[in-house]
């Protein structure tokens, strides 16, 4: 067959999801705060939407001024239907006066706010003040640039300069030497004897600890800088830390020649050094959640309301309504006012949606999770978003969009939604058990334990099933694991 480009065709079946499903999707899978930003990215783009401060202000404007309140839209409430081709109909309105008393109000305020705010001079004492303000704001410092704040104040030569930063750099947040002294040099085309050099001096510096290369190195350097190296201490961390890290405690006794008693001690004192040096300069962001549903008690009932106050309520700008029932214009120009009208229909109609779909859903958790509500934890219920989507009537990938990310203010507290969606386990009298609240149940168990004699999972598993509750032993070794509980061999206290 002849090489070449040739032309063919061929029939190809495939779903392709409309733009205004998409838009509809991304709503509904956004949190409110995503949410506000992408309904500000649309008034942006569509002229003929407006945000109103708040439905009911908008409604007593419009009853003030004789109008229709039909045009307000609230997400919590359906918008009114508005269809454009109607409206080409409608008698034409003196746009240009209305347009003239804009203009005026727009000069009138330009000119009360020149009148109001004009530059005047700070007084001295405003100015020190102003500048005190300003020499007061401070920002964190990283463990790098303590580090290299260091270094300048300890002398180093200034030939040895590059080779520091060059290992400050490969410093990691915690305060952990990521590469070796072999690939530092080789970056820095330097012998290892220089590079060894450096890495004392600055495993000198603070916090202590800090330039280590592995957890024991990083325990003998504060060890070190308390002089405490003829310790007990010092010689386990040295000699027996794979020991240490399984707490194999007669094993250390015998290999260091002291008794029990002084090597759990030590292992007390050991415990009060700080393994991630570098954790003080860590940064901690503030993560803020905003409730989707409140939960309130009502009574012997509890009522379900949607986040409604930070939703944008949006409406179809009246401005644009005259423009499509004004006889001058032109064909094109009345056909983009009606698309982009039909967009800001479609817009306020999703978001309606969206929390109407969410309001029902957290309707069916909070009726089926009632003894959550009123109990707590250990009463959650397994539940699947299959059952949920066939009460609420949609699909079951809607209900996974639609709690995604979204969280539930409860008498509880506030969980993420998802949280009340758990697989269940069936107990002897064939009533069911969320996972959630076995592990829960196993965390109460551990922790009223005696540490001088821990409990092994298959004895957990033999006081779950005196509650009636039927569970493996790896399963309880599972939940163990995720709840960061160690073996009864690394749990024992001597």
């Given at each position: 067959?002849?090489?070449?480009?040739?032309?063919?065709?061929?029939?190809?079946?495939?779903?392709v999801l409309a733009p205004q499903l998409q838009q509809s999707l991304a709503l509904l899978h956004a949190p409110t705060l995503e949410l506000k930003a992408l309904v500000e990215a649309e008034l942006q783009q569509n002229p003929v939407l407006e945000e109103i401060a708040s439905?009911?202000?908008?409604?007593?404007e419009k009853a003030a001024d004789g109008d229709s309140p039909a045009d307000a839209a609230d997400p919590s409430e359906p918008p009114?239907?508005?269809?454009?081709?109607?409206?080409?109909?409608?008698?034409?309105?003196?746009?240009?006066?209305?347009?003239?008393?804009?203009?005026?109000?727009?000069?009138?305020?330009?000119?009360?706010?020149?009148?109001?705010?004009?530059?005047?001079?700070?007084?001295?004492?405003?100015?020190?003040?102003?500048?005190?303000?300003?020499?007061?704001?401070?920002?964190?410092?990283?463990?790098?640039?303590?580090?290299?704040?260091?270094?300048?104040?300890?002398?180093?030569?200034?030939?040895?300069?590059p080779v520091t930063e060059l290992i400050i750099g490969n410093i990691d947040d915690y305060g952990y030497l990521k590469a070796s002294v072999e690939e530092i040099a080789a970056l820095g085309n330097l012998p290892g004897e220089a590079i060894l050099e450096v890495l004392k001096v600055?495993?000198?510096?603070?916090?202590?600890?800090?330039?280590?290369?592995?957890?024991?190195?990083?325990?003998?350097?504060?060890?070190?800088?308390?002089?405490?190296?003829?310790?007990?201490?010092?010689?386990?961390?040295?000699?027996?830390?794979?020991?240490?890290?399984?707490?194999?405690?007669?094993?250390?006794?015998?290999?260091?020649?002291?008794?029990?008693?002084?090597?759990?001690?030590?292992?007390?004192?050991?415990?009060?050094?700080?393994?991630?040096?570098?954790?003080?300069?860590?940064?901690?962001?503030?993560?803020?959640?905003?409730?989707?549903?409140?939960?309130?008690?009502?009574?012997?009932?509890?009522?379900?309301?949607?986040?409604?106050?930070h939703i944008p309520h949006l409406r179809i700008s009246n401005v644009y309504k005259d423009l499509m029932s004004q006889g001058e214009n032109?064909?094109?120009?009345?056909?983009?006012?009606?698309?982009?009208?039909?967009?800001?229909?479609?817009?306020?109609?999703?978001?309606?949606?969206?929390?109407?779909?969410?309001?029902?859903?957290?309707?069916e958790i909070v009726k089926r999770q009632r003894e959550f509500m009123d109990k707590g934890v250990a009463h959650l219920r397994p539940l699947t978003m299959v059952q949920v989507a066939e009460v609420v009537g949609v699909h079951e990938t809607t209900v996974s969009r639609a709690v995604s990310g979204k969280y539930m203010e409860t008498p509880q507290g506030i969980f993420e939604m998802k949280y009340f969606f758990t697989a269940g386990l069936q107990t002897d009298s064939g009533a069911g058990v969320s996972n959630t609240s076995v592990k829960d149940m196993i965390a109460e168990i551990f922790k009223a334990e005696n540490t001088g004699k821990p409990l092994s999972d298959q004895e957990v598993v033999k006081m779950l099933k005196d509650e009636g509750i039927v569970i493996a032993r790896r399963t309880v070794a599972k939940y163990r694991s995720e709840l960061n509980i160690l073996p009864s061999n690394l749990r024992k206290v001597y």
């Open positions: 067959m002849a090489q070449g480009l040739h032309l063919s065709q061929r029939l190809n079946l495939s779903t439905p009911d202000a908008d409604l007593s009114a239907d508005m269809n454009p081709d109607v409206a080409e109909g409608a008698p034409a309105d003196d746009f240009q006066v209305e347009f003239e008393k804009l203009v005026q109000m727009d000069q009138e305020w330009r000119d009360h706010f020149a009148q109001t705010n004009l530059p005047t001079r700070a007084s001295a004492e405003e100015e020190e003040k102003r500048q005190f303000m300003f020499d007061s704001l401070v920002a964190g410092t990283s463990l790098a640039e303590a580090l290299l704040e260091q270094v300048r104040d300890s002398g180093v030569p200034e030939v040895q300069r600055i495993q000198t510096f603070d916090p202590p600890g800090v330039g280590a290369r592995d957890l024991r190195e990083c325990l003998m350097l504060q060890l070190e800088r308390k002089g405490q190296q003829e310790s007990l201490e010092y010689q386990i961390v040295r000699d027996h830390m794979e020991a240490l890290g399984k707490r194999r405690i007669p094993e250390i006794a015998r290999g260091t020649g002291t008794t029990l008693d002084d090597v759990q001690d030590s292992l007390e004192r050991i415990a009060q050094l700080e393994p991630r040096p570098g954790r003080a300069f860590l940064t901690v962001l503030d993560q803020f959640v905003l409730p989707e549903v409140f939960v309130k008690r009502s009574g012997d009932d509890f009522t379900v309301t949607t986040n409604n106050e032109t064909a094109e120009v009345k056909n983009y006012i009606r698309e982009k009208i039909r967009a800001g229909k479609f817009l306020i109609k999703s978001l309606h949606q969206r929390q109407s779909t969410i309001g029902n859903i957290a309707k």
